[in-house]
């Protein structure tokens, strides 16, 4: 019997939802050397010309950038030093202090490091074409609460090959449940109670892939505009994404006491082979990822993290 079975009795309900996704977005051909560099030949543009043909698109996205903040009233903000502050505690003080609840809520710059080219020439081959390099190039962040995602930011290189990041937390339910006039309690990023859970459900359900994809085009053509300029598009792949399930107890005491039996069978029951499974993979002879299980004690509480190569799962 699931533990959500044998104490439905003593819950408010459960809610399943995505939560801390990152998407990538990449314009076809450009994200990869040998792509970039046939892009230019056919284009009749020398490949040794490469920053001589990115530098109006550095341009095109720096004037955007300044046009956005100018029309929304926002002075953009250069992080000089990195790590000096969190964006995200920044941005809930500007949200506390103008009381936005949707659209632009600030930009952020920086100079960090991103993935780009260099021209090469290759004496013994004769061949001349792009290898990949890595460099620095300054950066946006445009922070804002859309509609329907919540609160999210895309970050913006200047520089080509112009790989985009998008965030977004799934998790993110309460603007959607206040606008429907449904009562809700949190703790931090987690539901303690909310008065209709299967509408919360319906509202989490209506993030999908394909209506996704389309916003990300939005977002992508507003805030990056040189893709749209030279006839071209972003193709998204996910590069980080979490599933949250909340069972919310009707009384801390009801839970307290399977909290102890849930860590141990989390540690001493999930085998390798489980987690293999879970991940969709399996464990051969020939198998080089590393499979294991991570305890951590914290100050919020536990957390177990189970893990095959670069992918993994946590309670």
């Not at 260099?118 to 081959?125: E, L, Q």
Request: aromatic content about 12%; glycine content about 6%.
């Amino acid at each position: 019997m699931l533990l959500t079975d044998k104490y439905a009795d003593k819950m408010n309900g459960i809610i399943t939802c995505y939560d801390r996704m990152i998407i990538q977005g990449y314009i076809p051909g450009w994200s990869y050397a040998e792509g970039m560099t046939s892009y230019l030949k056919a284009n009749n543009i020398r490949i040794f010309d490469f920053s001589t043909f990115s530098q109006p698109l550095t341009e095109q996205i720096r004037a955007n950038a300044q046009r956005i903040a100018d029309e929304n009233g926002i002075q953009i903000e250069f992080i000089r030093k990195l790590r000096a502050f969190r964006k995200d505690d920044r941005i809930q003080e500007i949200i506390q202090k103008t009381g936005k609840s949707e659209g632009l809520i600030h930009i952020f710059s920086a100079m960090e490091q991103c993935n780009t080219y260099k021209p090469w020439h290759d004496k013994t081959t004769g061949k001349t074409f792009l290898k990949f390099d890595q460099s620095k190039c300054l950066h946006y962040y445009f922070y804002f609460i859309d509609k329907e995602l919540g609160l999210c930011y895309l970050r913006v290189p200047t520089w080509a090959p112009f790989r985009l990041q998008f965030y977004m937390n799934g998790h993110n339910l309460a603007h959607k449940l206040q606008k429907k006039g449904i009562t809700y309690r949190m703790h931090d990023n987690a539901f303690l109670e909310i008065s209709d859970v299967e509408t919360a459900q319906k509202l989490s359900d209506r993030i999908n892939p394909e209506g996704l994809h389309k916003i990300l085009d939005v977002f992508a053509k507003r805030y990056c505009p040189i893709a749209e300029s030279l006839g071209l598009g972003y193709t998204w792949t996910v590069q980080q994404i979490e599933c949250a399930t909340d069972i919310m107890f009707k009384q801390a005491c009801d839970q307290e006491p399977l909290y102890d039996e849930i860590i141990r069978t989390a540690i001493f029951t999930v085998k390798p082979d489980n987690i293999a499974a879970f991940l969709g993979q399996r464990i051969t002879y020939n198998c080089k990822k590393e499979v294991g299980t991570n305890y951590n004690q914290r100050i919020l509480g536990t957390r177990i993290k189970h893990h095959m190569g670069d992918v993994s799962i946590k309670t």
